[in-house]
């Protein structure tokens, strides 16, 4: 499954499909991304970044993707469990300095079993 | 545990009362945060301090007080609550190039 646009509020998968969560940032001087997820009752929790020397980063079962002509940034999740279930943000960077992200409005990824 | 814990939990009261909320961080991070999620998730900093000292202050009602006593302490203070307080309020510790850690929140809810 994947959100499409700017960003879709909800995505919907079968557990074992890939899911993809796009997101688009807007300051072109950004140059640290982030990916959080935030599971019910808690704070967001890292899950994988990327700086901009660079177009793919990849994790445990999770990759980042980083198109800074169109300012896109995309998370991968290959076979999407129930546990992955939560919302997810992404959060641009003017600088290295985590503290100062700009964070996303969110996409709730819902796994169906 | 290594975390970012803060109390309380939940924090129910009355409009025009006063509240703290408390954060603690033993990572040895030396910037500290607060943010607010509102109703609809969306994450705003508030707050920001390094070794105790105020690095960022974003568009926040003067209510809003923050006291960190040492870089492992960062408390919430809010003045006279208003029904547009209501949120989950987050704190979050870093290192310069690093991503924030984030404790489990304070969902406060003014009645």
């Known amino acids: 499954g994947e959100s499409v646009g700017l960003h879709l509020p909800t995505l919907s998968v079968q557990e074992g499909d890939n899911s993809i969560i796009n997101c688009a940032y807007s300051?072109?001087?950004?140059?640290?991304f982030i990916w959080y997820k935030q599971e019910s009752g808690k704070g967001p929790q890292f899950i994988i970044d990327i700086r901009s020397n660079m177009d793919k980063r990849q994790g445990q079962r999770v990759t980042v993707l980083l198109n800074k002509t169109v300012k896109h940034l995309s998370l991968q999740i290959a076979a999407t469990q129930p546990g992955d279930s939560a919302v997810y943000f992404c959060a641009e960077t003017p600088n290295t300095n985590a503290g100062k992200s700009t964070f996303g409005d969110g996409t709730t990824l819902t796994v169906k079993p | 545990d290594t975390a970012v814990s803060q109390t309380p939990k939940y924090l129910v009261t009355q409009m025009g009362n006063d509240k703290s909320i408390k954060c603690e961080q033993n990572l040895g991070h030396d910037t500290m945060y607060w943010y607010k999620q509102d109703s609809k998730k969306f994450l705003k900093i508030m707050f920001s301090?390094?070794?105790?000292?105020?690095?960022i202050n974003e568009t926040v009602p003067n209510r809003f007080s923050p006291k960190s006593p040492d870089k492992a302490h960062l408390n919430l203070h809010i003045n006279s609550l208003e029904l547009g307080d209501s949120a989950v309020y987050f704190c979050?510790?870093?290192?310069?190039?690093?991503?924030?850690?984030f404790g489990n929140g304070t969902r406060l809810t003014v009645t």
């Open positions: 300051n072109s001087a950004s140059d640290y």
């Open positions: 979050a510790s870093s290192q310069v190039g690093s991503p924030l850690h």
């Open positions: 301090y390094n070794n105790k000292e105020l690095i």
